[in-house]
Every structure is written in C-alpha cells, then in structure tokens.
C-alpha cells in the first residue's frame, strides 16, 4: 500500500508538523503560507499528492485547515514578464 509509505523526505510529516504549530501560535487566525519553490523542489513536493494537477504552476492544499500553496519561481518570472 503506497498510501502507508512515509513520503519522500518526511514532506507531508513536516508540513503537518507546521500546521500544528501554526494552529497552535494563532489558534483563532485563518493561515495560509506560500511557498515559492525551484522546479526540483517544486516537483518534489507535488510528486506526494495524487490529485495534482502536474501541468500547473501552482497548487494548493490543506492541512488541518492551513491552507499551503506552492508556486514554481518561474510562475512569478512569467508574471513579471507580462506586466512589462
């Protein structure tokens, strides 16, 4: 069963690590972190979640209501580049 296997690097065990830490700092705040990834880092961490759309350069998820987005840096590279 692959869902049992701990993910690559303990991603998904850290980021929960995280959530609860934050949940606990700001128990009555709505957080959300962004993270802004190289692409091998980027992929890394969406390589542990099925439902991800692999062609986009950003995705979402949620961990005990912490909300984690993570951006490929080139997202941001293409968006400055259009607003010049």
Do not use: T, W, Y
């Not at 995280?18 to 990834?37: H, K, N, Y």
Request: no cysteine; charged share 35%.
């Amino acid at each position: 069963m692959a869902e049992d296997q701990k993910s690559i690097d303990g991603i998904i065990e850290k980021l929960a690590l995280i959530s609860d830490a934050s949940s606990q700092l700001f128990p009555d705040g709505r957080i959300a972190m962004v993270f802004e990834l190289n692409e091998p880092d980027f992929k890394k961490v969406q390589n542990n979640f099925r439902d991800v759309d692999r062609n986009h350069k950003q995705f979402k998820i949620d961990i005990s209501g912490i909300e984690f987005i993570f951006l490929l840096d080139a997202l941001l590279s293409d968006e400055k580049d259009k607003s010049e």
